[in-house]
């Protein structure tokens, strides 16, 4: 199995970026993925996910209402989109893949998802 994340890059305080993750070596419709990232010297911290059918979605309160997590089970992939950038987005994107099929609802915590990208590196500078 592997997940690879693209998409990131260095953009200013208040511009977008569209992060996708394509997950290959297994079907993941039946699972959530989500999306944690890691700044320098602060633990991994969760961000965003959503649910196996795409439908229900849960989100870090640091970034609610300014970035949204989507999933694509045809394509395998998960992807977030990122407005309104501040520097404290600043970290290491990491997504990944709930270990429960079929969980009702998208897991926050960090050890429910098995499988993880390498990460793509978010730099917003102000």
């Known amino acids: 199995v592997q997940l690879v994340e693209s998409g990131g890059g260095s953009v200013q305080a208040g511009e977008s970026l569209r992060l996708s993750c394509a997950a290959s070596?297994?079907?993941?419709?039946?699972?959530?993925m989500g999306w944690f990232r890691q700044a320098p010297g602060k633990d991994r911290e969760f961000v965003a996910a959503v649910s196996w059918t795409g439908q229900k979605t849960a989100y870090a309160d640091s970034v609610k209402g300014r970035f949204t997590i989507s999933k694509d089970n045809a394509k395998n992939s998960v992807y977030l989109q990122t407005n309104s950038l501040k520097p404290e987005d600043t970290a290491i994107y990491y997504c990944t893949t709930d270990g429960t099929p079929f969980r009702d609802e998208p897991t926050t915590d960090a050890r429910d998802y098995n499988y993880w990208g390498q990460g793509t590196q978010v730099t917003v500078s102000s």
């Open positions: 070596g297994r079907n993941f419709v039946g699972f959530a």
